[in-house]
């Protein structure tokens, strides 16, 4: 019985002593999973671009210190009044990098590109229109072989004035020290072409409308019905353009080829006509040729030049060949009777 019962208290007394154990190595284990947490805004709701951060829009929320994200904030007064560059979808951490100070700072809506255009070609809106206003782009085509006549049409309507002289926000306070020089549009992705088009065929220039009459239903991607128009026109005058071209490079092609053959026949040789002259004893020879009928000097026996140096000739401007005689040939050189040896 003794064996017994000193069995039982050791049994006992062990698994006390491990029950302690256990719980003091789980308590252990439990202690050193605990991860630190701090707070940090994020949004309540979706937030669309542009669209102002105030409070009912964010919320705090813990988040793993080792995880918070660059450009997070616990700071409400460093986000109210300030806009989103960008959509926020909900629960997304409030980040510097996604805030803008002013909804007017310089940022192109999506589906938008800015073009711009001097403002000298539209001195009369120039100083009349400001940042946001809609403005219609009308553009100006002379004559020539892709415009069968003179035209103007608008290409584009209802555009929105994005900057002017690269300023986005309007100060209505400013001095306006000179004209503007430059206005900046934002316009649909879809209508670049239109506008690409228009500024190298023609004269681009701008003219106000009504600020509610544009096409602000047209789907993202598509051109807008004014695009469009302006498009199908130049189209139909570039095919138009072409088929003449082909007609003509056709009759071309039709019309036999007449060769020019260049005159051969030898231009007939003028006829050369001598004379002699003795004065006092001293023999001078003159020749001129027909259409010119003055003399030349070619012989004076007084400058050491004898008749026999000449050369042979015919009334009909053709030279003896070398060796021949002709029929006046006996009154050149020493047999001739008005020889005269040289003084």
Same mark, same amino acid.
């Given at each position: 019985?003794?064996?017994?019962?000193?069995?039982?208290?050791?049994?006992?007394?062990? +698994? %006390?002593?491990?029950?302690?154990?256990?719980?003091?190595?789980?308590?252990?284990?439990?202690?050193?999973?605990? %991860?630190?947490?701090?707070?940090?805004?994020? %949004?309540?709701?979706?937030?669309? /671009?542009?669209?102002?951060?105030?409070?009912?829009?964010?919320?705090?929320?813990?988040?793993?210190? &080792?995880?918070?994200?660059?450009?997070?904030?616990?700071?409400?007064?460093?986000?109210?009044?300030?806009?989103?560059?960008?959509?926020?979808?909900? +629960?997304?951490?409030?980040?510097?990098?996604?805030?803008?100070?002013?909804?007017?700072?310089?940022?192109?809506?999506? +589906?938008?590109?800015?073009?711009?255009?001097?403002?000298?070609?539209?001195?009369?809106?120039?100083?009349?229109?400001?940042?946001?206003?809609?403005?219609?782009?009308?553009?100006?085509? %002379?004559?020539?072989?892709?415009?069968?006549?003179?035209?103007?049409?608008?290409?584009?309507?209802?555009? *929105?004035?994005?900057?002017? /002289?690269?300023?986005?926000?309007?100060?209505?306070?400013?001095?306006?020290?000179?004209?503007?020089?430059?206005?900046?549009?934002?316009?649909?992705?879809?209508?670049?072409?239109?506008?690409?088009?228009?500024?190298?065929?023609?004269?681009?220039?701008?003219?106000?409308?009504?600020?509610?009459?544009?096409?602000? &239903?047209?789907?993202?991607?598509?051109?807008?019905?004014?695009?469009?128009?302006?498009?199908?026109?130049?189209?139909?005058?570039?095919?138009?353009?072409?088929?003449?071209?082909?007609?003509?490079?056709?009759?071309?092609?039709?019309?036999?080829?007449?060769?020019?053959?260049?005159?051969?026949?030898?231009?007939?040789?003028?006829?050369?006509?001598?004379?002699?002259?003795?004065?006092?004893?001293?023999?001078?020879?003159?020749?001129?040729?027909?259409?010119?009928?003055?003399?030349?000097?070619?012989?004076?026996?007084?400058?050491?030049?004898?008749?026999?140096?000449?050369?042979?000739?015919?009334?009909?401007?053709?030279?003896?060949?070398?060796?021949? *005689?002709?029929?006046?040939?006996?009154?050149?050189?020493?047999?001739?009777?008005?020889?005269?040896?040289?003084?």
């Amino acid at each position: 019985m003794r064996n017994k019962s000193l069995f039982l208290l050791l049994a006992c007394v062990c +698994g %006390t002593v491990a029950a302690i154990g256990v719980s003091q190595w789980m308590n252990a284990n439990s202690g050193s999973g605990t %991860t630190e947490t701090v707070e940090i805004f994020v %949004t309540a709701q979706e937030i669309g /671009d542009q669209e102002e951060i105030t409070a009912d829009k964010i919320r705090l929320e813990h988040w793993p210190a &080792d995880r918070v994200p660059q450009g997070a904030t616990s700071d409400l007064a460093a986000l109210e009044g300030r806009f989103a560059k960008q959509l926020f979808l909900a +629960g997304e951490p409030v980040l510097e990098a996604k805030l803008m100070n002013e909804k007017n700072d310089i940022i192109v809506p999506k +589906g938008y590109r800015v073009v711009s255009m001097k403002a000298d070609q539209n001195s009369g809106i120039a100083n009349l229109v400001k940042q946001g206003d809609r403005v219609d782009v009308d553009a100006y085509f %002379t004559k020539n072989e892709l415009f069968p006549e003179t035209k103007t049409m608008t290409i584009l309507s209802g555009v *929105k004035v994005f900057a002017l /002289d690269g300023k986005t926000k309007h100060d209505p306070e400013a001095v306006k020290a000179r004209s503007v020089r430059t206005i900046s549009l934002a316009i649909r992705n879809a209508d670049h072409e239109a506008w690409m088009l228009a500024q190298r065929n023609g004269e681009v220039s701008l003219s106000l409308g009504n600020p509610s009459a544009y096409e602000s &239903d047209v789907p993202e991607g598509e051109v807008s019905a004014t695009g469009q128009k302006f498009l199908t026109w130049m189209a139909d005058h570039r095919k138009e353009q072409e088929r003449l071209a082909a007609e003509a490079k056709a009759r071309a092609a039709d019309t036999p080829t007449v060769e020019v053959v260049e005159n051969t026949t030898p231009e007939a040789k003028k006829k050369v006509f001598r004379t002699t002259s003795i004065v006092a004893g001293r023999m001078r020879v003159y020749e001129w040729t027909e259409g010119d009928p003055i003399p030349r000097l070619i012989a004076d026996t007084g400058a050491g030049v004898t008749i026999g140096e000449l050369d042979d000739i015919d009334p009909t401007g053709n030279k003896t060949p070398a060796g021949e *005689k002709d029929e006046l040939s006996h009154l050149n050189g020493e047999e001739s009777p008005f020889f005269q040896p040289g003084q």
